[in-house]
Nanobody, 124 residues
Framework: QLQVVESGGGLVQPGGSLRLTCTAS????????IGWFRQAPGKDREIILC????????TYTDSVNGRFTISRDNAKNTVYLQMNSLTPEDTAVYYC?????????????????WGQGTQVTVSS
């Protein structure tokens, strides 16, 4: 059974950090691009960052530049999202998705396997 599971979300104070984890099972991700997305209440889902099979990263959301970092560990079939200097505007459900292609796509519909999401709330 193909499955993608996110973890690591929670409540954090402004200025704090969280690391989200995305783990795939039932298939390997070493030849696939993986993206992190988020959806805030009342807003469309947006792509934040993507990492290609070779480790090249692309940032699609300007507001996370210099604060969020994506990385991968193919041996663990896992991708991480390190989030620093969090603000209330980062509050959203965060999703991980795997693309069958090796290169990153900037489109939400370009990804094939999705997790259920993990809630991140930034509040004092």
């Amino acid at each position: 059974q193909l499955q993608v599971v996110e973890s690591g979300g929670g409540l954090v104070q402004p200025g704090g950090s969280l690391r989200l984890t995305c783990t795939a099972s039932g298939f390997t991700v070493d030849n696939r691009a993986i993206g992190w997305f988020r959806q805030a209440p009342g807003k469309d889902r947006e792509i934040i960052l993507c990492i290609s099979n070779s480790g090249e990263t692309t940032t699609y959301t300007d507001s996370v530049n210099g604060r969020f970092t994506i990385s991968r560990d193919n041996a663990k079939n896992t991708v991480y999202l390190q989030m620093n200097s969090l603000t209330p505007e980062d509050t959203a459900v965060y999703y991980c998705a795997v693309d069958d292609e090796y290169y990153c796509s900037g489109y939400v519909w370009g990804y094939d396997y999705w997790g259920q999401g993990t809630q991140v709330t930034v509040s004092s």
